[in-house]
Structure formats: structure tokens, C-alpha cells
């Protein structure tokens, strides 16, 4: 389904809704009704098919914009996981050192003592080793956050772009089947495409009307 079909649709389907009633409420004269090929607006109208162009483009440049700011961040993140990294090295050398010191300034004189400060060299390991996971979990969370972040205000823009283009394809429409309605008298209009077969016999068909209108 074409994106100006999706939105004549709705339209098509509220006044074929509405039309019953507004037929029954005229007098003895039957109601003019005309139709259109959303269809063949979307793919042929000069108008319409530009602001679909531009609107394509609109939305590629925000995602390019979008990939460009995803790569900034990446950069940075690998740049903060590289210095807290070497925070880390850093400060296992200095605790291997300073306990190194210690032990050289007073040895062990038994094997007894010689397993505690093998088990003290152990448990340090594993402290330090914990303190730098968490710290490391703790960016890729914060990373985590932020490409979200970005994912849905780029989600938002992107979608706010949609629905101007749309908005502006659909006040074109109307304005054209507007014009024409009034200078062929026509009382109801409808949407009748391959998927919304409005009118199966009679009315006015102002699809070349409009493609003309829209060119």
C-alpha cells in the first residue's frame, strides 16, 4: 500500500461512512458522487511524488545524521574504555609493587607464613580484579543508556518528519478534490483503489483531474 494511499484511505472510509446520511438528509435529488485512484495519485502526481522525494531525502539525511553522532559516541566510549583500562594496569602494578615491598622487607620465615602471604597476594588479585569488572560494567551501562537515548530522539524526529510530509501530501490532496468537487458539483468524494473499492458502478472518476491539477 502507497504512502499517499494509506492516507486517502482514512479519508475515503470516513466519508463513505458519511455519505448514507448525507444523501438521506438532501432533497429528492440524488447525490453527486465522485471517486479517484489514490493509487495512481501517489505514483503519477508531479506534486505529490516531489514532496515524496523530499521527504525521502529529509529522512535520509537525519539518519545519516543519526549514524554520524552513533560512530561519535562509539569513539569516545572506546576512548574512555582505553584510559580506564590503563587507570586499571596502572594501579595493579602499584599494589603488586607495594606488596612486593613488604614481603621483601620482612621475608617469610615459614611455610606457614609464606601461604597467608600467598593467600593475601590471591585475595588482593581478586579485589582489584572486581573493582575494575564493575568499573568497566559501569561504562558499558552508561554507554548503553546513551545510545538509547540518541536511538529515540532520532525515533521521534524521524517520525515528526513522516507526519509533516504526510500532512503536506494530504493538504494538497484535499485542496485539489476540493476545487474540483465544487466546479463539477460533486456532492461526495471517494477513495476508490484497488484496495478500497468505494464505487463499483457509476460516479464521476476526477483521477485525471487531479493528476492534471497535481502535475
Do not use: H
Amino acid at each position: 500500500m502507497t504512502k499517499l494511499g494509506k492516507l486517502a484511505r482514512g479519508v475515503g472510509a470516513a466519508l463513505l461512512l458519511a455519505a448514507p446520511m448525507w444523501i438521506a438528509g438532501c432533497s429528492d435529488k440524488p447525490a453527486v458522487i465522485g471517486y479517484y485512484n489514490a493509487d495512481r495519485i501517489d505514483r503519477e502526481a508531479g506534486q505529490i511524488k516531489a514532496l515524496q522525494d523530499e521527504a525521502t531525502a529529509k529522512l535520509k539525511e537525519k539518519q545519516t545524521e543519526v549514524e554520524a553522532k552513533m560512530k561519535e559516541k562509539q569513539a569516545a566510549l572506546e576512548e574512555k574504555f582505553k584510559t580506564k583500562q590503563d587507570e586499571i594496569a596502572a594501579k595493579f602494578q602499584a599494589k603488586e609493587d607495594e606488596f612486593n615491598q613488604k614481603v621483601q622487607a620482612n621475608p617469610p620465615t615459614s611455610q606457614e607464613e609464606a601461604d597467608r602471604i600467598q593467600a593475601e597476594a590471591n585475595e588482593l588479585g581478586q579485589t582489584l580484579q572486581k573493582e575494575a569488572e564493575e568499573d568497566m560494567q559501569k561504562l558499558q551501562q552508561e554507554a548503553s543508556v546513551e545510545a538509547q537515548r540518541i536511538q529515540q530522539e532520532a525515533s521521534i524526529q524521524i517520525q515528526g518528519l513522516r507526519t509533516q510530509y504526510q500532512m503536506k501530501m494530504q493538504q494538497k490532496l484535499d485542496t485539489a478534490v476540493d476545487e474540483i468537487a465544487r466546479s463539477k458539483k460533486i456532492d461526495v468524494v471517494m477513495d476508490n483503489s484497488a484496495f478500497q473499492k468505494s464505487v463499483i458502478w457509476g460516479g464521476v472518476d476526477i483521477t485525471e483531474d487531479l493528476l492534471e491539477k497535481l502535475k
